[in-house]
Nanobody, 120 residues
């Protein structure tokens, strides 16, 4: 089992920045990838970004490319999502994910989520 604990959400004005953090615990040695999904009110969950734990390769949704940056600290078993140029449409609950088998697009562990609200 992998446990994920997110932090860093909040309220920010459009154009502002936030950094989300997610610390993993438990069977962290088996991680293949970590990432972020989000769910806006009335919508389904959507992929935001992912990073391969070993290689450090990164992947982004088109909607956040150039604005968001995912990174990791392997010593701390922590993944970060730096969000710049935030827009009201980025408002959502952001979920940290971990993949120990399969693909980063279908993670098998999820955090509880952290709210990000962008005001116009």
């Amino acid at each position: 089992q992998v446990q994920l604990a997110e932090s860093g959400g909040g309220l920010v004005q459009a154009g502002g920045s936030l950094r989300l953090s997610c610390a993993a615990s438990g069977r962290t040695f088996s991680k293949y990838a970590m990432g972020w999904f989000r769910q806006a009110p009335g919508k389904g969950r959507e992929f935001v970004a992912a990073i391969l734990w070993g290689a450090g390769s990164t992947y982004y949704a088109d909607s956040v490319k150039g604005r968001f940056t995912i990174s990791r600290d392997t010593a701390k078993n922590t993944v970060y999502l730096q969000m710049n140029g935030l827009k009201p449409e980025d408002t959502a609950v952001y979920y940290c994910t971990s993949t120990t088998s399969g693909t980063y697009y279908h993670p098998n562990y999820w955090g509880q989520g952290t709210q990000v609200t962008v005001s116009s």
